[in-house]
């Protein structure tokens, strides 16, 4: 971002502070602020979550879809994208164990703050949900599940592995809770998304050499 002339500011040590100091920053100087989650943001994020849902003959659709949330704009997306295309199958929603606001939330069905300590996958290093995203999570997840850096790690090893895409942590996180839950939907058909490969290279090297982050 640097070498295209952008002003890059680091600030905090999770999203949530990072945040809310751009925030500031946005209304101290007068500037526009694009908040993660936005509408536009999720009609664009939607074209892939279509083109996912149509992609499969009659008959063949998985039963459930992992969708990892950080903001929950892909979850949203996810959701109407589910709703346009008139499918049914479940969505679960993906949460890091080390950022569970959005989890506590869907257990509590009110907006809660839980403290944010994942290393790896930070796109999902959620403090405070959005409360426009919570409302459609409430009402469309059936489900929200959490998994460890340690699972995200082991799902980043195997989708190199396996399948040669590079992943960032979040962008493993679907893949990870599948292989979780993998008892529970044994012979059944699963949908992942792999969102990301936004990872630094010495991160993903100690996490291949099997390293969680």
């Not at 936005?38 to 499969?56: A, Q």
């Not at 950080?70 to 929603?93: D, I, M, N």
């Not at 409302?135 to 489900?143: G, K, M, S």
């Not at 993998?182 to 059944?188: A, L, V």
Request: charged letters at 20%; proline letters at 3%.
């Amino acid at each position: 971002m640097r070498a295209l002339g952008v002003t890059l500011i680091e600030h905090g040590e999770e999203f949530q502070a990072a945040r809310e100091h751009a925030t500031s920053l946005a209304a101290e100087r007068g500037l526009h602020m694009v908040p993660s989650f936005h509408r536009d943001l999720i009609k664009g994020v939607m074209t892939y979550w279509v083109e996912f849902f149509e992609s499969f003959a009659p008959g063949e659709m998985p039963e459930v879809v992992f969708v990892p949330i950080g903001q929950g704009s892909g979850f949203c997306a996810a959701a109407v994208a589910r709703v346009y295309t008139g499918v049914t199958c479940k969505l679960v929603g993906v949460v890091s164990a080390h950022a569970t606001a959005y989890l506590d939330s869907f257990k509590s069905g009110q907006l809660m703050e839980s403290p944010v300590t994942t290393v790896l996958a930070d796109g999902m290093a959620c403090r405070v949900p959005d409360p426009e995203s919570l409302e459609i999570v409430l009402r469309e997840a059936d489900d929200v599940v959490a998994v460890t850096d340690a699972e995200v790690a082991q799902a980043m090893r195997v989708l190199f592995a396996d399948t040669h895409n590079v992943a960032e942590g979040a962008g493993a996180a679907s893949l990870a809770a599948a292989m979780q839950q993998g008892e529970r939907w044994q012979g059944r058909r699963v949908g992942t998304t792999l969102c990301g490969g936004n990872v630094d290279s010495d991160v993903f090297a100690r996490v291949l050499a099997g390293g969680c982050h």
